[in-house]
């Protein structure tokens, strides 16, 4: 993977950012402000945890059953582990850097905090993964996919430690 090059078509990386992230994104806070939120709150709020657990289950298994085809590409073991511990430590330092600034700096409710600093730390391969999986060759795909599935659980470790510390009086989202 070091010293190669890889062609990228950036117009094409970016439509997919789009439709994998803002298109969502733009969709559920519009019908956020235009939906009453009585509806939201009893009707599609209980559904997220499930559908969020499903499909973040759904991609990490598909990363790491992708893995396997990727893995005889690579030169040795060592750039494997090289190449994951650095894609793993990048999230890492994200998910650091949002938990000081939300927290820190921002001063957001710890909610909030908690949940940007989890999605930071468990999603950001996953994007990664599809972005080299639809743009890239398939050993371009092996760095995210190890990343993803290392990320993954330790999003979840992250999150079942913080759901048994209670939150602040701040941290109560309206």
Same mark, same amino acid.
């Given at each position: ?14 439509? !997919?950012? *789009? ?28 559904? =997220? ?14 990363? /790491? ?6 893995? !005889? ?6 750039? #494997? ?5 650095? /894609? *793993? ?23 909030? *905090?908690? *949940? #940007? ?9 996953? #994007? ?12 371009? =795909? ?16 992250? /999150?079942?430690?913080? /759901? ?8 109560? =989202?309206?």
């Amino acid at each position: 993977l070091l010293g190669s090059s890889v062609s990228v078509d950036l117009i094409a990386v970016l439509q !997919s950012v *789009t439709n994998l992230a803002l298109l969502p994104l733009s969709t559920g806070l519009v019908l956020g402000l235009i939906l009453p939120r009585r509806i939201l709150v009893n009707r599609v709020r209980p559904l =997220c945890p499930t559908v969020g657990l499903a499909a973040t289950t759904l991609l990490v298994a598909g990363g /790491a059953s992708g893995l396997s085809s990727s893995l !005889s590409i690579l030169p040795s073991y060592g750039v #494997l582990v090289r190449a994951t511990l650095a /894609a *793993t430590f990048l999230p890492l330092l994200g998910g650091f850097l949002s938990l000081l600034l939300t927290d820190k700096l921002l001063r957001l409710p710890d909610k909030l *905090t908690r *949940t #940007l600093v989890v999605e930071t730390l468990s999603k950001s391969p996953t #994007l990664a993964y599809v972005l080299a999986r639809r743009h890239f060759n398939s050993m371009a =795909c092996s760095v995210p996919a190890t990343a993803m599935v290392t990320l993954g659980v330790l999003g979840a470790a992250v /999150a079942s430690v913080w /759901a048994r510390i209670p939150l602040h009086k701040h941290g109560e =989202c309206q």
